[in-house]
């Protein structure tokens, strides 16, 4: 007989299944708090039960444990002296979608050397969430293989389906039946309909392919996501930040019966990828907020200890700590300053001493 399948499969490898590694990784009863505390902060901002401005804030993508955990420190500090303004989550992201090819993020590549060794990132991708939640500090992030959230969804507050995967039938689908309120990027060419697409389609039940708890493949069927909402990240040559794009949003959110919530990216197309320029659309969305933009419920930062990237190593061991190799990133000290400057102009203006 000839041979019919896996003509181009060099080799497969058995993962361990979602069950064996949450007994090897377990949630404590201080982790799960904060999750439950996090995705119900987050619930209550997009319902207008809760004034505060979302903000989702850390690294461009996760490389350096070490490095992650001295960041989500520094960030539980600034969410406790800022929560009365500001619902702070650290964005901590795995997974990078690639337009061609290109570092896959953590989860699939964590020894930076091409060895892939998923099975040594799932384990230390879920242990870093287990960490970051017992400091009290809730986590964000981005699912891109519809595999990982079984093993690790249990421990995120807040998720988001990216511009490159958001018109995916498959994305969608996982969205439907994630346990934690989910951002839509609009498109790499700044398409606004493809998000409003995936809300409606997220809110939705679904039946589809998937995996158990013990790896199998299984039917999944999910109730819908009510907590769909939409994340302008810019699209190719244009932001879409200013007044102008954020009330032509409300009005498409409104033709299609939707909630007017929007969370915009500082970063990405809306900063041209130039890290410096975040600042600028982090102090429109502030005065937005200000002058009585309600719609703008949050917005995400990419920030790291040391600003700006470094490029992909050939050799680990020579990266400086604490510098992005994805997308550029504001320093901490930045973050702190834009974080705290922010949250001062809102409460003046929630306590009625500035117009």
Excluded at 17 to 37: C, G, H, I, M, W
Excluded at 262 to 280: I, Y
Aim: charged share 25%.
């Amino acid at each position: 007989m000839q041979r019919l399948q896996d003509l181009r499969v060099s080799n497969i490898v058995r993962l361990t299944s979602p069950r064996t590694l949450k007994d090897k990784l377990p949630v404590t009863e201080q982790a799960a708090d904060t999750v439950v505390r996090g995705r119900t902060e987050v619930e209550d901002i997009l319902t207008g039960k809760d004034s505060r401005l979302l903000v989702i804030v850390g690294p461009c993508s996760i490389h350096d444990i070490d490095a992650a955990m001295e960041y989500a420190r520094r960030l539980k500090e600034l969410r406790e002296k800022l929560r009365g303004d500001l619902c702070i989550v650290m964005r901590v992201y795995f997974e990078k979608p690639r337009t061609t090819i290109g570092w896959k993020g953590f989860i699939n590549d964590p020894h930076l050397d091409g060895s892939f060794d998923i099975e040594h990132g799932l384990y230390y991708a879920r242990k870093l969430l287990l960490d970051i939640n017992a400091l009290g500090l809730p986590a964000a992030t981005e699912f891109l293989d519809p595999f990982t959230p079984q093993y690790v969804s249990d421990l995120v507050s807040w998720a988001a389906i990216g511009a490159r995967t958001i018109e995916s039938q498959t994305h969608r689908q996982m969205a439907s039946g994630l346990s934690m309120p989910v951002g839509f990027k609009n498109s790499t060419d700044g398409r606004l309909q493809v998000a409003i697409d995936a809300i409606r389609s997220a809110m939705h039940p679904h039946s589809f392919l998937g995996i158990d708890q013990d790896g199998h493949s299984s039917v999944i069927t999910t109730t819908g996501n009510p907590y769909g909402h939409m994340v302008l990240r810019g699209g190719t040559q244009r932001p879409n930040y200013d007044e102008n794009n954020i009330a032509d949003a409300e009005r498409r959110l409104e033709k299609a019966r939707l909630p007017k919530k929007l969370l915009v990216d500082c970063s990405h197309a809306n900063s041209g990828k130039k890290h410096e320029r975040q600042s600028k659309v982090w102090e429109s969305i502030i005065r937005q907020r200000v002058n009585g933009t309600q719609s703008i419920i949050g917005v995400m930062i990419e920030s790291n200890l040391f600003c700006g990237n470094q490029p992909f190593p050939d050799n680990p061991s020579k990266l400086t700590y604490g510098v992005s190799i994805t997308d550029a990133c504001i320093s901490w000290e930045e973050t702190e300053r834009m974080l705290s400057g922010g949250a001062m102009l809102l409460k003046k203006v929630a306590a009625g001493t500035e117009a």
